[in-house]
């Protein structure tokens, strides 16, 4: 059998075993048999949702869940609620940098009776006028018809946020929106948190969860301070290993594969919380597995899946790190210093911490001055981006919290190959 001929069966045995609808990496998780973790968020956002008042403002870092988790809450967990209650619609929103406040609210003030399309009609009437005649041999009346344009301007308000709260208040349902984030007018997030706080004065049955991505919740709603009493913040932060642990073996097992221990505790440690980076590696490990005819996944496969997995990861992460090794001198000895960097485990590091962790994973001693002048260089620009910012004198924070995950998926072959070779 050929090559191509082998990869088509091989495709084919993947798309039947349903693994891409188990571990979604590049897309969030929608279907609740499929979402696993999160619990306690998932009650918390239950709760707030069902108060009397209260909208919610879902902020964290990219790669957290975010997504996933008000997709599943809210489409599957909350629909079954409203169902039940007869409490109306769910809508969904992905905002991007075109969008202003008015185009967000475009499907619910439909159903609201709004006509959104209509700004001013412009309409021909006819007119009928009557002129009396005297010929000689008749008297009568002429008719004429004659057409005038009226200009019908609408009453329609959309930038207006107490016009759109008014429309809205009496519609029962909830609007998720998405990656406000992108939006590029700080007075259209003004806007929408105006919106929130007089639907919450309206005491309104409809809802608005808002999901971006920030450090502060005050970037998401242009500092907006009227709104606190009535926007629940909620601060996704990363899963716990726990529940990166119940991804793996839950989704492995829904598709009949069973990881080895070793196994599953490498993918907990390399995921560092982010859901994105267990969904990426479990599914190239499962396609392999598939591919292979194996039912238990263990060493070999899963060092076959990081290396599929780093040539499909977020292409923001691979320029960015690309970039660094090609504008740098000794590329390789950076690539343990930075190995070694995403194994500390933590949000700020000191480069003591580094110098410990070389020691440990390749038995290398290498003095912390020298670790310091370069974990320096990485908190250069290279281009646009830089890997590292330096926090304080001599500590250090990878800049995209995503980058140590990315580092050791990537970097992973450097255990075997170069664990005597000093910097």
Not at 89 to 105: G, N
Not at 182 to 207: H, M, P, V
Not at 291 to 303: A, G, R, T, V, Y
Not at 404 to 422: A, W
């Amino acid at each position: 059998m050929s090559d191509i001929q082998q990869s088509i069966t091989d495709e084919v045995k993947i798309i039947k075993s349903g693994v891409r609808k188990v571990f979604t990496p590049h897309i969030p998780i929608n279907q609740l048999e499929h979402f696993f973790g999160r619990d306690e968020d998932v009650k918390r956002i239950i709760g707030v949702i069902t108060s009397p008042g209260l909208h919610i403002l879902l902020f964290g870092d990219r790669g957290v869940g975010k997504t996933s988790l008000a997709k599943t809450t809210c489409n599957l967990i909350l629909r079954k609620i409203n169902e039940a209650l007869n409490k109306g619609k769910i809508y969904s929103k992905s905002c991007d940098r075109s969008d202003t406040f008015s185009t967000l609210l475009h499907k619910p003030l439909i159903d609201a009776g709004v006509n959104i399309f209509k700004s001013g009609d412009n309409k021909r009437v006819k007119h009928t006028s009557t002129a009396s005649a005297n010929i000689a041999v008749a008297k009568g009346e002429l008719v004429s018809e004659h057409e005038t344009n009226i200009n019908h301007r609408s009453q329609t308000n959309l930038d207006s946020p107490s016009w759109v709260a008014d429309r809205l208040k009496d519609l029962d349902g909830i609007l998720l929106l998405d990656e406000v984030d992108t939006l590029s007018n700080s007075e259209d997030k003004r806007k929408l948190a105006e919106l929130i706080k007089l639907l919450s004065d309206f005491d309104s049955g409809f809802k608005i969860i808002l999901i971006g991505i920030a450090k502060t919740a005050n970037e998401l709603t242009a500092g907006h301070k009227s709104i606190e009493r009535c926007l629940k913040e909620i601060h996704l932060e990363r899963m716990s290993d726990e529940d990166i642990k119940k991804i793996v073996l839950n989704g492995m097992k829904s598709i009949g594969k069973k990881p080895n221990d070793e196994v599953v505790d490498k993918i907990v440690d390399i995921s560092s919380g982010f859901p994105h980076f267990t969904h990426l590696i479990c599914l190239k490990c499962s396609e392999i597995a598939i591919e292979q005819n194996k039912s238990h996944i263990e060493e070999p496969i899963l060092n076959e899946a990081l290396i599929r997995s780093s040539k499909d990861s977020e292409s923001t992460l691979l320029s960015s790190l690309d970039n660094m090794l090609r504008n740098i001198k000794k590329p390789n000895e950076y690539k343990l210093l930075l190995l070694a960097t995403s194994h500390c485990n933590k949000k700020d590091f000191r480069s003591k911490e580094v110098v410990n962790k070389l020691n440990e994973l390749f038995g290398m001693n290498i003095p912390s001055g020298t670790i310091n002048r370069r974990l320096s260089r990485l908190s250069e620009k290279f281009g646009d981006t830089n890997i590292l910012n330096k926090t304080a004198p001599g500590c250090y924070s990878f800049s995209d919290p995503r980058m140590p995950s990315f580092i050791k998926i990537t970097f992973n072959s450097l255990f075997d190959e170069t664990k005597s070779n000093p910097l």
